[in-house]
């Protein structure tokens, strides 16, 4: 066996300030996240990018949010609340004409900017994790606005997409302005992309924590920092347009009981087996997706389906958002409940198998509320006591963390989401480590993973990871 050395601390570059070491003569790197920079160093230039970034961020965030304000408006004259209450209030064939216009728009649109664009990356997963963190600016304002116009119209997608792209590709641009080396703007665009989520959901911490989970892949302090910096000052500056308040408010303050405790245990494994099914969908929808002019018959067909479906169940339009309030105050019957987790992640599979572009996200989210509602609810006449609205914040952190393959991310953003949920940390943390585990052992794929264009012939790979 080789003996360690006794040198206990690798020499960390930039060198720190107090030169000599405590009176053990410990190193601090040997604390696992004290590590050294690596090639993304934290110079001057690199924090001043990290300030441009979140302003920009923060800024878009606003511009891409009072988009799809204004076409929420001219579509069901929303002015805020809950989106379904204004679909409902529109007459069927309102709701109907504007997803064909919707899908007219998005397919001519997503057409031209695929057909004439095509050489230049707007995916930020690509671009952080298989290439050297360039974005298109262009493309990806382009596909943004598009996305947030077709959402605000009705669109069964996620609008955290667009400014989650649009941080990233700020920080594309920073990073060349700036010259930065190429390690520098990997993680630069991936603080931008976690600070797009962060501000536009004013969730700052699950922002951050997000870009170190999924986007960077580590809690390395190096990385912590400018993730939390950057989420930090795109929340801030957010708030020019945006409420500094909580995205869903007034969620009761709920409290644990044994019964959301052995049902968080149950649901962790049901959760898991569901997610699985749903990344591989979403998997499906994306790899399959209509190209070309086949966009042209896909999204309208798919926008009627969803209007069709509206006409009984307005909740399914937009981003899910107005589901999960239900769920999480518990509103709703148990058909309601069930009618809306099955149909959810089944439209917002349709809209991308039609060619449109927007996040999973907060569908998914959705998903999990609605279906910890349901299946609270049916517990609930076995072992009553526990409000509906308790087993879907369970339900929700559980689906997301375990879609996501970030249990951490997963359950700060609903805590944050929701201003709520810290008196169910163990429930929520017994039920999100299954799900995970679950869809870890059995697939291991993620919505982002599962999202990865197929690989040019010659960088394609020749057998799959672990078989």
Known sequence: MRKRSRESERQRVPAPLLRRRIASGRG?????????EGEARLTPLFWLAVVVTGVAAGLFGDLLMWILAQFERLAYDFR??????????ASSRR????????????????????RFLKKENSDVEEAVWNGDGHLSFRRSAATSVVSEMVIGLGASIGREAAPKLMGSASASVASHWLHLSGA????????GGGAGLAAVYNVPLGGAIFTAEVLYGSFALP?????????????????????????????????????????????????????????????????FRARGVHIFWAMPVA????????????????????????????????????????????VTSLMLASGASGGVFTPFLATGALFGAFLGSVWSHLWPGTPVGAFALVG????????????????????????????????????????????RQIDGYSIYSARLVKRPPDRDARGLEGT
């Open 28 to 36: 601090a790197m040997e604390q696992p996240n004290v590590t050294d």
């Open 80 to 89: 805020g609340g809950n989106l379904a209450h204004a679909v409902s209030a």
């Open 95 to 114: 709701r109907f004409d504007w997803l064909m216009v919707a899908s007219v728009l998005g397919a001519l649109s997503w057409y031209l900017i695929r």
């Open 184 to 191: 520098q703007r990997r993680l630069l665009v991936a603080c």
């Open 223 to 287: 990385i912590v920092l400018p993730a939390l910096a950057t989420s930090m000052v795109a929340t801030i500056v957010a708030w020019l347009y945006l409420p500094n308040t909580a995205f869903y408010t007034n969620i009761p303050a709920y409290r644990v009981s044994g019964s959301l405790m052995v049902w968080s245990v149950i649901a962790g494994v049901l959760i898991g087996l569901l997610a699985v099914v749903y990344v591989r969908l979403t998997g499906w929808a994306s790899h």
């Open 303 to 346: 926008f009627a389906a969803l209007g069709l479906l509206g006409n009984w169940h307005p909740q399914l339009f937009g981003n899910g958002a107005g589901a999960a309030r239900q769920a999480f105050v518990g509103v709703g019957g148990l058909g309601l409940f069930f009618v809306l987790f099955a149909l959810k992640p089944l």
């Open 396 to 439: 929700a952190a559980a689906m997301i963390g375990a879609c996501m393959q970030a249990p951490l991310a997963g359950l700060v953003l609903v805590v944050e989401l929701t201003s709520n949920g810290f008196a169910l940390a163990i429930p929520m943390l017994a039920a999100t480590v299954i799900a995970t585990y679950f869809v």
